[in-house]
């Protein structure tokens, strides 16, 4: 099932494929104005597809700058240019924002790295069981608080017990 469904992605991505690389035919034919937006419409494709596939990307912008057989070059609109202006400003964007996440991730990386090898910090072994002996410490602090609850109930029992045996040892007075 799978398989199959790689084996269409693959069949429509072709078909597309082949509606762009006709209309930029046509468009070298006919000299028509020879944009990403213009070949992705007449294709019937989405202009992402263009982006997506670098090898057209670069036969549109390589057709879009060679001259035309009367000697004419090809109309470059200025839509296109901001277009993709546009388009590489956001890359550019994007790839800044990604270059100063990995700068800060190695940075920390470093950072960690160099704080356990200059010896300042505790290793990672001795951190683990501080955290350890802390817990332990007050888990015993909460047995001990219990032992006492137990220490008074059994000392108020026994204080019960005693002047139960008194009071049942004792001389009544109906007796004397």
Known sequence: ???SMIEGKQADSARRRDRVIQALDAALRTGGDITV????RTARVDRSFLYRHRDLLERVHAAASTPLQDGRLAAVSQAFLQADLANA???N???ASRVRQLEKRLSKQF???AWSESGLG???DIDQLQRRIVLLE????QKRGELEERTEELEAARAANRELTRAINSPSPAQS
Request: proline share 9%.
């Open 111 to 113: 950072g960690e790295q």
């Open 122 to 124: 505790a290793p990672p």
């Open 37 to 40: 937006s213009g070949l992705a």
């Open 1 to 3: 099932m799978t398989s």
């Open 138 to 141: 007050q888990e015993l602090a």
């Open 93 to 95: 964007t994007r790839l």
């Open 89 to 91: 400003l956001e890359r």
